[in-house]
């Protein structure tokens, strides 16, 4: 803690105050009395404390949340295009020094999780710092995700804080299109960490020859396969994701690029069936993307989550042609990049192929990780050859 890690586990603490409920602002004292730190505590959980300043009484209040947001938005403005790309994370947790906090901005359009009772209990302010700062058209609250259960608390509805979703929300990433769902998308409506791999996809498609192939397993709304097809115009993709709705959205955003989907195809369903059934009729492809949701919500899964990857790989790897290449993806932030690879290595001794990395990538720049805090780095992205 001293170090600056802004996690302190319950097992470190001697002594608190009682009648603390999950959500209580406190002050950190060490053994001798001397202040530590400020932040919000939750009895109910492994990490009890989480940080949110160094300085001793500091108020939790819409000014304090306005200088964290002010300094977030400042780095973003400094690290993108802001005429080519307006969609990005704002707010990365602790990474902006805001444990707890996910916010999103989709053109305007801001999508705020909270992922803690403290933050539940602090949602006022951080949302009036939210909007003095960015002067948002909407902010809308997701707190419709799994990782709340942790803390004891409930999935909840979407709701709007302020403002309205205009209709038909159009983004725009690197100069390319993308329809957005707020409400009903997964996560908060795409994946903004993915941005520099879908990027860097272009010059591994750009290559290859007129007419070439594309898996896309789990494409959500198909943006690796927009960007191929702006790389390569006569590229076929195949797309398989569980969601309907999404490869609708998909569909669409080809369109809104300017790109024919008739030309390519989608499948609404599990990508591990389609996978093993494309093994059997012995389909290849000059580039097959693997980028499964996450498989492990905590360390305790995360043995499941490596025999997952395993598996996952065993199974896409046969269907690239020889010498074509694999995008293969974790987000389970349980997972190290070592693991990862070892589960890759297994995978294609399995298999009978040889690989060369190419690139690896982790999280994108609008997703910073503190140093003393790395388990922010959740993201694992390998550019591979095979062989």
Not at 63 to 76: D, M, S
Not at 186 to 191: E, I, L, S
Not at 232 to 244: G, K, L
Not at 283 to 310: C, N, T
Request: hydrophobic share 40%; aromatic share 8%; proline share 5%.
């Amino acid at each position: 803690m001293k170090r600056g890690h802004p996690w302190l586990f319950s097992g470190a603490i001697q002594q608190a105050a009682p009648g603390l409920t999950p959500g209580s602002l406190v002050d950190l004292h060490d053994g001798t009395g001397q202040f530590v730190a400020r932040g919000y505590y939750n009895p109910r959980t492994d990490i009890a404390v989480r940080v949110l300043a160094y300085s001793e009484n500091e108020p939790m209040d819409q000014a304090f949340f306005e200088r964290r947001v002010t300094q977030a938005a400042g780095l973003r403005r400094q690290l993108l295009d802001a005429d080519r790309t307006d969609i990005y994370r704002l707010i990365n947790a602790e990474g902006d020094l805001l444990p707890g906090v996910i916010v999103d901005n989709y053109a305007g359009v801001l999508v705020l999780q909270s992922h803690t009772a403290g933050i539940d209990r602090l949602l006022e302010p951080l949302a009036g710092a939210l909007e003095t700062v960015m002067k948002p058209q909407a902010i809308l609250l997701r707190n419709d995700v799994a990782v709340r259960a942790r803390e004891g608390l409930a999935k909840e509805e979407p709701r709007l804080l302020m403002g309205e979703i205009p209709p038909g929300l159009t983004v725009q990433e690197n100069g390319l299109r993308f329809g957005i769902d707020p409400l009903k998308g997964q996560k908060t409506g795409f994946f903004t960490d993915q941005r520099d791999k879908r990027q860097a996809l272009q010059k591994y498609v750009g290559r290859l020859p007129a007419g070439a192939s594309l898996l896309n397993c789990f494409s959500y709304t198909a943006g690796f396969s927009v960007y191929a097809s702006q790389a390569c115009p006569t590229i076929r993709t195949v797309n398989i994701d569980q969601s309907a709705g999404a490869l609708e959205m998909a569909r669409r955003n080809f369109e809104l690029n300017g790109f024919d989907p008739a030309r390519h195809v989608f499948e609404a369903t599990d990508a591990f069936k389609w996978l093993e059934a494309a093994r059997v009729t012995a389909q290849s492809y000059d580039m097959v993307i693997l980028d499964p949701p996450a498989f492990a919500k905590s360390h305790r899964e995360k043995d499941k989550a490596l025999q997952g990857y395993v598996r996952l790989n065993r199974l896409g790897l046969p269907l690239v042609k020889p010498g074509g290449f694999l995008l293969t993806c974790s987000c389970t932030g349980a997972v190290s990049l070592d693991e990862f690879e070892n589960g890759l290595r297994e995978a294609a001794s399995a298999t009978g192929r040889s690989l060369q990395i190419l690139e690896v990538f982790e999280n994108g720049i609008d997703h910073p990780v503190s140093l003393t805090a790395p388990e922010g780095r959740y993201l694992k992205v390998l550019f591979c050859r095979v062989l």
